[in-house]
């Protein structure tokens, strides 16, 4: 039994990348100078795997924050799709800033996030996943690519 647990644990550490908790100051990638003009805040703790040549965020982790920021890179990799489910039913979620190198956010990533009452939908999105905002009943109304959404 102990064998199969650590077995398990091992494959989840694996597959998964926790950026820590709380907000921090990472360097951008797209300039490797520390200087503070070129640090963004993110929130850490959030549950990540690489996937390619990109970062996906698989949902919430060991972060507790309330306003989530996506970090638009992790380990000098960029951070491009925001997993399908991956905040489904968060009733702690009340803002998510999303970086412009998302440019996926999958099937139902929010849904029945029924306190998120802020998001910013970047340019960059190419690919909105269906049942998105369903049940988000703090959201305003939300316009994006001509679509509109309640």
């Known amino acids: 039994m102990k064998k199969l647990l650590a077995i398990v ?3 989840i550490m694996a597959t998964s990348v926790f950026v820590g908790c709380n907000k921090t100051n990472a360097p951008n990638s797209s300039d490797s100078s520390n ?3 070129n640090k963004s805040e993110y929130s850490e703790g959030l549950k ?3 996937d390619g ?3 996906v965020v698989a949902g919430r982790g060991r972060c507790r924050d309330e306003k989530i920021v996506i970090p638009s890179h992790y380990d000098g990799i960029p951070v491009t799709t925001i997993y399908e489910e991956a905040f489904l039913d968060d009733k702690t979620l009340t803002s998510l800033t999303i ?13 029945g996030c029924s ?3 802020e998001i910013n939908l970047p340019d960059s999105l190419t690919e909105l996943g269906s049942g998105l905002f369903w049940g988000c009943n703090s959201l305003p109304f939300i316009e ?3 679509v509109y959404y309640f």
């Open 9 to 11: 644990l091992a494959l």
């Open 35 to 37: 200087s503070d003009k």
């Open 48 to 50: 990540m795997f690489l």
């Open 53 to 55: 040549d990109h970062y």
């Open 99 to 111: 970086p412009e190198t998302v440019t996926t956010i999958q099937n139902n990533a929010i849904r």
């Open 115 to 117: 306190n998120l009452a």
């Open 144 to 146: 994006y690519n001509e």
